[in-house]
């Protein structure tokens, strides 16, 4: 996969919120699409062994759920522990992995918020952004606004309000568990925000591509701190 606005990284809380500032005007909050053929699944795990950071995209046909590709990355986390930020931290090691896909989806789903955002402009839209295609914010907390309750049955929903302005919503995803938080993130509304990740359910709390793509991400994350070596050494090296 090829990128055609690429992105200069930075360190700096202060740069990134400027930057973050900068794109938040470039969020397109109406669909190209309304259904789409191949879904990607984003998600990244923490190594607690050092700073490593672990990125995997699978991609989906819809609706076969077919497993068609996954892809994976790692690399180390620079940037500082900043709420809203989280782009900065986790955003060079996904764009690592992305650069590896070989079969591009119509849209992507994150592990992360869209516009339901306290600046309007989550992961999952400035990803969008800077790919320049439909998003998807996927999450199990609720960065900000509030959420009105959801109903018991799967596929039931309830609005997320950020003040007057509805950002997402809150879906019952699986009977019995607390409800997912979706929004959109770039190139997408509410409403196709939802139904895609509703007709991406098959039984468990999450989408069926997010959910592959948050086991692998895992496995890759245990594998590595199980083998961990610690730094090297006079004695080891």
């Not at 995209?57 to 497993?67: A, G, N, Y």
């Not at 959420?147 to 997320?160: K, L, N, Q, T, Y």
Request: net charge positive; hydrophobic share 40%; charged share 25%.
């Amino acid at each position: 996969m090829k990128f055609s606005r690429p992105h200069i990284w930075t360190d700096d809380v202060r740069e990134a919120e400027r930057i973050q500032d900068k794109y938040r005007s470039e969020v397109i909050t109406k669909p190209e699409k309304t259904s789409f053929r191949l879904v990607g699944g984003v998600d990244v795990a923490y190594s607690k062994k050092d700073n490593s950071a672990f990125a995997v995209v699978v991609v989906m046909k819809v609706p076969e759920m077919e497993l068609i590709e996954r892809v994976r990355s790692q690399g180390e986390v620079t940037f500082p522990f900043a709420p809203g930020l989280f782009f900065f931290r986790e955003g060079p090691t996904i764009f690592k992995a992305l650069s590896r896909l070989k079969f591009v989806p119509d849209c992507f789903i994150f592990d992360g918020h869209g516009i339901d955002h306290p600046k309007g402009i989550g992961m999952a839209s400035q990803m969008g952004i800077l790919l320049e295609m439909p998003t998807i914010g996927c999450t199990k907390k609720l960065l900000c606004g509030t959420a009105e309750p959801v109903d018991s049955s799967v596929g039931d929903s309830a609005p997320i309000y950020n003040g007057n302005v509805e950002v997402g919503r809150a879906i019952r995803s699986r009977e019995g568990v607390k409800p997912l938080y979706v929004s959109p993130g770039h190139k997408m509304d509410v409403e196709t925000a939802v139904k895609t990740v509703i007709d991406l359910l098959r039984g468990y709390r999450l989408p069926e591509p997010l959910r592959l793509a948050h086991i692998m991400v895992n496995k890759f994350r245990r594998n590595y701190d199980n083998n961990f070596q610690g730094p090297a050494t006079m004695n080891n090296r």
